[in-house]
């Protein structure tokens, strides 16, 4: 008896199928047997799969249904009663088993008693140039884990809704009942969702267990990819109708709710892209099938998806065609604002309709995006075609610009060209052609354009095959890319324009039209005359033959070298071989403040100190991004990872950062590391963290390596020297006392409002045009992570336009989100709230501030040195504090100041700030900053600069 079964269906795949099953035979656990189960193909799969059951007669069983079933459900359904192993797996004659998968699946198996065991199947994309593989929903198993219920992880039931991933107890199987639907496509589905619900218990293993070969440009699509037929949307509706039964059966509310919201954000995705390339007939049967299950699904859900997946399920509700198409070109090409906006009550809505209602007012409200504050250039205008014509080698193009809410105005300097430009270009020139006619029409830029392609554009005429269309128009002088959708313009009769490329028209002599998968306008290089054909058949069987594989390997090589020369791999490899055999420069410093991303904190104080007591040193800052911003200007500026940042840092006598610099750079002998660090520790940090704990020991020593670097590490209070300096073990004798230097102006601003009974806010306060009569409050919050460690989007957690109704009159409120966040204000706020996150440097805002609200940021921890008052708003405190990675303190038990975790609470405590926030907590300030902050005295930059660079201290 074999432990495992594998079930290997195949229908017209006789090429294929030998080396799924091959995959099967190539297992490291040798008690695998391989079922072939032919729907009645009518090639020669049946026959290969007979060869191969005769090769292997004691591995391999042949089975042929007597008619075809149209699906896969009925050829798994005949192999689970066919199968003689104890488990039982499904492969598909197109795809192939990782060499481990059935015994690591078993393994886990037999250790657990799981009914089903899940591992991670990685789709191999076949049709490009490396085959790129993405891992199937990986933050599933990014750790080995047992459930005893599905409703303790939603999150597999809504999205691992595969069933060849996984390895399932066959008597667990018989004895449940568990079948495929047959007769009904993306039976996946509904089989993964009978499953889990029966599974008593349920393992995930992080080992890549499965390859999906996904092979777009076949000329046969898979079921799942016909989303052209209307019946393809009828079977996935039906599915998932059957399978909110199953769960509303179980009284599996919760997961009912995150499907519907998986639903929302994926599955209909999927069909509403393909929406402007298809017709009315489909569009109306398309909206009746779908608009009957929207009507069944939560409210609530459309709050938990993205807003243009909300946008597009609700204008599809309405069956509003007009503002729903160009949604649907947003989804296709995200950040594309492709409507011109409405605004009512200062609120910016996607269209000016179905804003009369609560619901409508909620999903089509995108103030948050910011297109009415964000620059024009910093927008992806959407451009539709609004005719196209083309006789012979002439093109005549129409199309209209999106103007939203008419920040394009009527006086603007306005021009326009069409370019042409390869998307692969060797020798071809992009072509500027100016638009014929430009006018300004309101909600939109209207254009024409013609283009005598045979003059205007000259491709090489091999490697430059396709071509996009862009209209880039110069507003006021500044200049706005926009590619061309075709929309709902018909190409279907458009002509091939004449073209003479670069090699002569025997190479190719036709531009032909084409909507590329995003919908946008291209041409690609074809071949009509006789003698084109004729050259092109040649050039195509050259480039096939052995001369032109050793060319077109040594291309390959020669490119491959170009890409090499400027990789991580090999800027290490020249940073550890070539630049750290270079002498060290005496008085060189390398700063660096969160990984380049800003000009702050204490490496900009320690700078600022240097050059207030005019030390004599060469100072390199790095930046990070395309240009840096807020840098000093008597500083050299090298761009993080450059050649030049890599031999500044080799031979730097100093280097000051406050979180590290690249892990894998071993620093020289010769060079002094000081590490001023970001802030004192509330969630653990370094090998007290579980992720580190998880990692192998070889990763684990490359971290220590990395830390090992520190000559220096500031702390400023023993709190630090037991968890921080724990965390990285680091040795006692790195450890430097002396506070930050970030917070040397806060201890200053403390002491003087403290002899002269007066705050001054500073010349900031009037940069921002701050109400001198009003009380500062500074929103200041950590961000969030997302299970797979992706950083979250903020959202701001109460109602801004509720505080600003409230509390505008007599608050200013300052939102600082963390610099990997970033917020849009509605315009109904403006002078009450305040976006200060564009500013580098957080402790000028602090000393201004009158009180803080924050949530597990280390801001409170500076923030405790002015003495002044505390918020801290912890509405996710559980998830926060215990799912995520642990806290060192109860920060309910220990802060100095109140913690609230609702809007209400929040909004209760400002409106009776000074009794709430102030006094009550006066004595708990002091032993906050006693505990955490003994070490602040208001000099740390001034110690730095004596010990290290004037010598004057010890």
């Given at each position: ?186 039976e996946d589905l509904l089989f993964s969702a009978q499953a889990y619900v029966a599974a008593r218990r349920i393992t995930l293993i992080p080992n890549t267990v499965y390859f999906w070969n996904v092979q777009e440009s076949a000329a046969s699509k898979s079921i799942s990819n016909r989303r052209h037929e209307i019946a393809n949307f009828v079977h996935r509706m039906e599915i998932h109708r059957r399978v909110d039964a199953l ?149 005549k193009l129409a199309g209209r610009i999106v103007n939203p809410l008419g920040r394009i105005t009527p006086d603007a300097q306005i021009s326009a060209v069409l370019e042409f430009s390869a998307r692969r270009s060797v020798g071809g020139k992009t072509a500027h052609i100016p638009v014929t006619s430009l006018r300004h029409a309101g909600r939109f830029i209207e254009w024409e354009g013609t283009a005598d392609i045979a003059r ?499």
């Amino acid at each position: 008896m074999p432990d495992v079964s594998v079930v290997v269906i195949a229908y017209n795949d006789a090429e294929r199928l030998p080396t799924a099953v091959q995959s099967v035979l190539d297992q490291t656990l040798h008690g695998v047997e391989v079922v072939i189960v032919d729907d009645c193909s009518k090639d020669s799969t049946f026959e290969v799969a007979q060869a191969l059951a005769a090769a292997h007669p004691d591995r391999v069983r042949a089975f042929q249904l007597p008619q075809n079933s149209g699906g896969c459900g009925a050829p798994r359904n005949y192999g689970i009663q066919q199968c003689s192993g104890a488990y039982v797996m499904f492969l598909d004659s197109d795809d192939v088993l990782e060499r481990n998968a059935c015994r690591n699946m078993l393994d886990a198996a037999e250790s657990t008693g799981s009914d089903i065991v899940s591992g991670l199947c990685v789709r191999v994309h076949l049709d490009s140039r490396n085959q790129k593989k993405t891992a199937w929903y990986p933050w599933l198993y990014s750790k080995t884990r047992t459930i005893e219920s599905i409703t303790e992880l939603s999150d597999l039931l809504t999205f691992d809704t595969l069933s060849t991933n996984k390895c399932y107890r066959r008597d667990f199987l018989l004895e449940n009942g568990l079948e495929f639907p047959v007769g009904i496509h993306y039976e996946d589905l509904l089989f993964s969702a009978q499953a889990y619900v029966a599974a008593r218990r349920i393992t995930l293993i992080p080992n890549t267990v499965y390859f999906w070969n996904v092979q777009e440009s076949a000329a046969s699509k898979s079921i799942s990819n016909r989303r052209h037929e209307i019946a393809n949307f009828v079977h996935r509706m039906e599915i998932h109708r059957r399978v909110d039964a199953l769960l509303e059966s179980k009284g599996y509310d919760e997961l009912k709710y995150r499907k519907d919201i998986k639903f929302l954000k994926h599955d209909l995705v999927l069909h509403l892209r393909d929406l402007p390339l298809l017709g009315e007939d489909y569009r109306r049967e398309f909206a009746e099938v779908a608009n009957g299950y929207l009507a069944e699904i939560d409210p609530q859900a459309y709050e938990e998806v993205q807003p243009i997946h909300a946008i597009c399920a609700y204008l599809l509700s309405k069956e509003d065609w007009e503002n729903l198409l160009p949604a649907t070109e947003a989804l296709t090409n995200p950040g594309r604002l492709t409507v011109p906006l409405a605004e009512q009550d200062e609120r910016i809505y996607w269209c000016d309709r179905h804003i009369d209602t609560e619901q409508g007012r909620s999903i089509l409200d995108v103030t948050a995006r910011g297109f009415h504050t964000r620059p024009l250039t910093a927008l992806a205008l959407g451009n539709r075609l609004t005719s196209y014509e083309s006789t012979d080698g002439v093109v005549k193009l129409a199309g209209r610009i999106v103007n939203p809410l008419g920040r394009i105005t009527p006086d603007a300097q306005i021009s326009a060209v069409l370019e042409f430009s390869a998307r692969r270009s060797v020798g071809g020139k992009t072509a500027h052609i100016p638009v014929t006619s430009l006018r300004h029409a309101g909600r939109f830029i209207e254009w024409e354009g013609t283009a005598d392609i045979a003059r205007a554009v000259r491709p090489l005429g091999i490697i430059d095959a396709v071509w996009d269309v862009r209209v880039i128009l110069t507003v006021d002088g500044k200049r706005l890319r926009t590619r061309v959708s075709v929309g709902g313009t018909s190409l279907d009769n458009a002509r091939a324009l004449r073209v003479r490329p670069k090699l002569t028209t025997l190479v190719s002599d036709r531009f032909v039209p084409e909507i590329t998968k995003k919908g946008n306008l291209s041409y690609v290089l074809s071949a009509e005359g006789k003698a084109a054909v004729h050259t092109s058949a040649v050039i195509e069987g050259a480039m096939h033959g052995r001369t032109a594989q050793f060319a077109k390997t040594s291309l390959r090589r020669l490119l491959k070298a170009k890409k090499d020369l400027h990789s991580g791999e090999t800027k290490l490899r020249v940073y550890h071989e070539f630049y750290s055999k270079l002498p060290i420069r005496k008085g060189l410093v390398v700063f660096e403040s969160h990984l380049g991303k800003q000009y702050s904190d204490s490496p900009k104080a320690i700078y600022e100190e240097m050059r207030r007591q005019g030390v004599a040193f060469e100072a390199v800052w790095s930046y990070a991004g395309a240009r840096p911003t807020g840098f000093p200007e008597d500083a050299t500026l090298v761009k993080r990872w450059s050649w030049q940042y890599l031999r500044a840092l080799a031979q730097a006598e100093f280097w000051i950062d406050n979180q590290g610099f690249p892990l894998r750079l071993t620093k020289r002998p010769g060079t002094t590391y000081i590490q001023t660090w970001h802030g004192t520790a509330l969630k653990r940090m370094g090998f007290d963290e579980p992720n580190t704990k998880a990692r192998g020991l070889a990763a684990q020593e490359s971290f220590q390596r990395a830390l090992d670097r520190f000559d220096h590490f500031l702390i400023r209070g023993e709190h630090d020297r037991r968890t921080l300096a724990k965390g990285f073990r680091l040795r006692d004798e790195v450890l430097l006392p002396v506070g930050y230097p970030r917070n040397d102006e806060l201890v200053a601003a403390r002491r003087a409002e403290a002899e002269s009974g007066r705050r001054e806010r500073g010349p900031l306060a009037e940069e921002l045009g701050l109400d001198p009569d009003k009380k500062v409050l500074l929103y200041a919050p950590t961000f969030r992570a997302a299970p797979g460690g992706k950083v979250r989007a903020f959202q701001p957690p109460f109602d801004l336009e509720e505080f600003a109704e409230r509390f505008g009159d007599t608050h200013t409120l300052l939102i600082r989100t963390h610099y990997l966040n970033s917020v849009s204000l509605p315009p109904s706020v403006q002078g009450r709230i305040v976006d200060v996150s564009r500013l580098h440097d957080i402790t000028p805002l602090l000393a201004l501030a009158d009180g803080l609200i924050t949530d597990y940021s280390s801001v409170m921890f500076d923030y405790g040195l002015l003495d002044r008052p505390m918020i801290f708003f912890t509405y996710d405190y559980d998830e926060y504090a215990k799912e995520n990675r642990g806290t060192y303190f109860d920060l309910k038990e220990r802060a100095p100041g109140p913690v609230v975790a609702t809007e209400e609470e929040l909004f209760g405590v400002i409106a009776n700030f000074k009794d709430e926030a102030d006094t009550k907590y006066a004595a708990a300030r002091q032993r906050f900053n006693a505990e955490f902050s003994e070490y602040d005295r208001g000099d740390a930059a001034r110690q730095i600069v004596a010990k290290f660079f004037t010598r004057s201290g010890k």
